[in-house]
């Protein structure tokens, strides 16, 4: 038996009022007051699988839109239930949950960790402000998977932008060190998960944009999970870049400059 709201056992026609407009339908009855926001926040539970992030869309349990108050009964079937809840940036909000038998509930990452189903490993910085045209390097991270797990290790990974002005222009990359060529490239938000097999030198993930308009300096953050902890997760060094200029004469060739780079030690070139 469940119940959409609870009355005190005293209680005055305004507090009961107040109550009852979190059930459906009596909401539904109640007419719209005048100059009130009527902007909604939609709060949303899916299915959460942590090595499917960025890749198709997981199961919706349930949708709840509001600017006062709702609440809803969802039955589960038996077994373990890994779900996330999502709610509208911009809004002051409070949820509760409740259930009949004990569940956990937290960030995903701490969580996980936690529960022993994902290894997590985080980032977070600034870039700076850039004119247009400008190229930026936002940071390297060297990160080697273990050599003794009995599968590859499946890494999920997420950058996120604090400036919406800057999302269309920022990537990132994960390189295998071993100089094998292999570069797979992202936009900002969550890509979908890989597996990564162990190597020698490892692998290099770093972000970078061009910007196309001016954009003000904001932060980043960069947020993994691997299906076994990483054995090493270490900050390179990101010096300025080299910038060669000139100018180019048509040629049938295709070629805009050449350049001689000779090396002391091994080195990672973008």
């Not at 005293?10 to 339908?25: D, F, I, M, N, Y």
């Not at 699988?49 to 199961?59: F, H, L, N, V």
């Not at 273990?146 to 950058?159: D, G, K, N, Q």
């Not at 060190?177 to 979908?192: K, Q």
Request: charged share 15%; glycine share 6%; hydrophobic share 45%.
């Amino acid at each position: 038996m469940s119940f959409d709201a609870t009355l005190p056992a005293v209680s005055t026609a305004s507090v009961t009022l107040e109550a009852l407009k979190g059930v459906s339908a009596v909401k539904a009855r109640l007419p719209a007051a005048a100059g009130v926001d009527t902007s909604v926040c939609t709060a949303v539970l899916h299915d959460y699988d942590w090595s499917k992030t960025g890749a198709a869309p997981q199961r919706t349990v349930l949708r709840l839109n509001t600017n006062t108050t709702h609440s809803v009964t969802v039955s589960l079937p038996r077994g373990r239930h890994v779900m996330q809840l999502d709610v509208d940036p911009g809004f002051y909000f409070t949820a509760n949950m409740r259930s009949m038998t004990a569940f956990d509930m937290g960030r995903p990452a701490k969580l996980l960790e936690e529960k022993k189903l994902a290894a997590p490993a985080e980032a977070e910085g600034a870039y700076p402000a850039m004119a247009a045209g400008d190229w930026c390097v936002w940071f390297r991270r060297v990160f080697k998977v273990s050599a003794e797990a009995e599968t590859p290790t499946t890494v999920s990974a997420a950058l996120s932008v604090s400036d919406a002005a800057m999302s269309p222009f920022a990537r990132f990359a994960v390189v295998d060190n071993d100089g094998t060529g292999t570069v797979t490239h992202f936009v900002a938000g969550a890509a979908p998960a890989k597996t990564f097999a162990p190597n020698a030198n490892g692998y290099t993930i770093m972000a970078y944009s061009k910007a196309l308009t001016p954009v003000p300096s904001g932060r980043w953050r960069l947020s993994a999970l691997a299906s076994t902890p990483f054995q090493a997760f270490t900050e390179m060094p990101t010096a300025d870049p080299a910038r060669f200029n000139g100018a180019y004469a048509p040629n049938y060739q295709h070629l805009i400059c050449r350049f001689r780079v000779a090396v002391k030690e091994r080195a990672l070139l973008a």
